[in-house]
């Protein structure tokens, strides 16, 4: 069974701080998709994953895949108080290859920047 | 584009009553997925479909069953409602063909409260 944990689950950071969120999983895949939900709201995109060493920036966020050790980060870089949501990673049940495109989610991480 | 819609936004059933959770998307894509997202919690798969007249089970489908007549539309069903059913329900859809890895969209949520 696929099992996919984040940590840390809650983290309050200082606005010009750096720090990483951690994606663990427990079987095979290469695809993994970060999103971010501010409250009450829905998911937003940020990154796709689709191979072992796949580095993605956007802004302040950079994500990173690492298949073998089943792990994928994401860096906040320099963090401001627009960054405050809950991340999600996800995982797709993928296995030598094939996408099943069912998503197994991670509990998320729920971010605070204080200013 | 207008996306991922669904409705109702909010709704409050007494348990045993039924309803249907309207879900349509206006982006041609061919897979479609529910989800329920309880408390504090990652987002956890009940059905999808891969095209119209096609749908199978996720993680947590008991209590609910899908339809899909048309690749726009999606409705869920839930028969009689549990407290247990408490939850946001959100709708996904994504465009997968061979070689694509685009991400799923999200729609704005159905916050369900059973009582």
């Known amino acids: 069974e696929l099992k996919v944990e984040q940590n840390p689950l809650f983290l309050s950071m200082q606005e010009g701080k750096n720090y990483t969120i951690y994606c663990n999983y427990s079987?095979?895949?290469?695809?993994l998709y970060w999103y971010r939900q501010d409250p009450g709201k829905s998911l937003e995109s940020l990154f796709v994953l689709l191979s072992n060493g796949a580095v993605k920036q956007e802004g302040r966020l950079m994500a990173s895949l690492d298949t073998k050790a089943r792990l994928s980060t994401l860096h906040i870089t320099a963090a401001v108080h627009d960054l405050s949501a809950t991340y999600f990673c996800?995982?797709?049940?993928?296995?030598?290859?094939?996408?099943?495109?069912?998503?197994?989610f991670g509990t998320g991480t729920l971010l605070a920047v204080q200013p | 584009n207008a996306g991922v819609t669904q409705t109702p936004k909010f709704r409050i059933l007494k348990i045993g009553q039924s309803m249907t959770l309207q879900c349509t998307q206006d982006?041609?894509?061919?897979?479609m997925y529910w989800y329920r997202q309880d408390p504090g919690m990652g987002l956890k798969l009940i059905y999808y479909s891969v095209g119209a007249g096609i749908t199978d089970k996720g993680e947590v489908p008991n209590g609910y069953n899908v339809s899909r007549s048309t690749t726009e539309d999606f409705p869920l069903r839930l028969e009689l409602a549990a407290p247990s059913q408490t939850s946001v329900y959100f709708c996904a859809s994504s465009y997968v063909v061979i070689g694509s890895n685009q991400p799923q969209h999200f729609g704005d949520g159905t916050r369900l409260s059973i009582l």
């Open positions: 996800a995982v797709d049940r993928s296995a030598y290859g094939g996408a099943t495109n069912k998503l197994i």
């Open positions: 982006m041609n894509h061919n897979y």
């Open positions: 079987t095979t895949s290469d695809r």
